[in-house]
């Protein structure tokens, strides 16, 4: 009488429990991926509030707008503050940069979140109204805005 598994009944475990793992690998790797996608969405939208609250900020003490002139359309906004500060974002390769007038712009934007488009217009609703400025930007192929802000 022989005591164990023969070649032949390893042989077909083995077969059954590789074709098990590759079913549950199968079934688990999508998830793994959704959750990087998720992941990655969740980068981009943190890198888009981030932005608008700069954006926000820099227009909470603004007293002129330079760039864009009324009733343009730019790829930068320059300004100035009620402190006579001067205060530039500038879009360039995708990145967008903020000067605050030392002369060393700085990224706004993470590397691994490419801005691809960011314009800026100066428009008023009526001819009693006051101007507002229209914001709008493409992040990794996803726009955001427009951030209305009202001017002085």
């Known amino acids: 009488m022989n005591r164990g598994f023969s070649f032949i009944e390893m042989t077909i475990y083995s077969a059954l429990l590789g074709g098990i793992l590759s079913l549950v690998l199968l079934s688990v790797y999508p998830l793994f991926r959704s959750i990087e996608i998720q992941n990655a969405h969740t980068a981009e939208d943190m890198e888009a ?3 608008m609250q700069k954006i926000a900020h820099l227009a909470s003490g603004l007293r ?3 760039t864009p002139l ?3 359309t730019s790829t930068s906004l320059h300004v100035h503050t009620f402190s006579n500060e001067e205060h530039s974002l500038v879009y360039s390769d995708s ?5 605050n007038g030392n002369g060393t712009p700085l990224p706004l934007n993470a590397p691994r979140v490419a801005v691809t488009d960011f ?3 100066q428009r008023a609703e009526n001819a009693s109204s006051s101007a507002l400025l229209e914001i709008t930007f493409t992040l990794n192929a996803t726009s955001y805005g427009p951030v209305i802000l ?3």
């Open 49 to 51: 509030l981030f932005i």
């Open 64 to 66: 002129t707008v330079d």
């Open 150 to 152: 009202s001017l002085p």
């Open 119 to 121: 314009m800026v217009s």
């Open 70 to 72: 009324p009733g343009a």
């Open 95 to 99: 990145s967008l940069l903020l000067d």
